[in-house]
């Protein structure tokens, strides 16, 4: 199943692309490998496409979670090691939410 094509993320609603050269830009911007962008300008999370469905969810997580700092501002208190925070929570995360369904269920229906 293929990510939705937008997301709310805070007061801002989010394109999600699926985009093999936008990812490849932003490695080369970056000197990395990467598998996604947050765009807080363009209010876009880019991703890049064939990953196995796994990596791909940890990976869109891990983008939202780029854009959450943004929204509340935290990026601003992590200024330093932002990616650090956000590589280290999204498999986490990730990882708590599949193993809870009974806790994801109240979480959304509370």
Do not use: C
Not at 20 to 27: E, G, L
Not at 55 to 66: M, S
């Amino acid at each position: 199943m293929p990510p939705p094509t937008h997301i709310q993320i805070g007061p801002f609603n989010v394109s999600v692309i699926l985009d093999d050269d936008a990812a490849n830009r932003a490695s080369i911007s970056h000197k990395t490998d990467i598998d996604g962008e947050w765009d807080s300008r363009a209010l876009t999370l880019t991703i890049r496409p064939g990953m196995a469905a796994d990596k791909e969810a940890e990976t869109v997580l891990h983008e939202v979670l780029h854009g959450l700092t943004f929204t509340t501002g935290l990026v601003h208190d992590i200024p330093d090691d932002e990616e650090g925070v956000v590589t280290r929570l999204a498999p986490a995360l990730l990882d708590t939410l599949r193993r809870n369904p009974k806790l994801v269920a109240y979480l959304l229906n509370g």
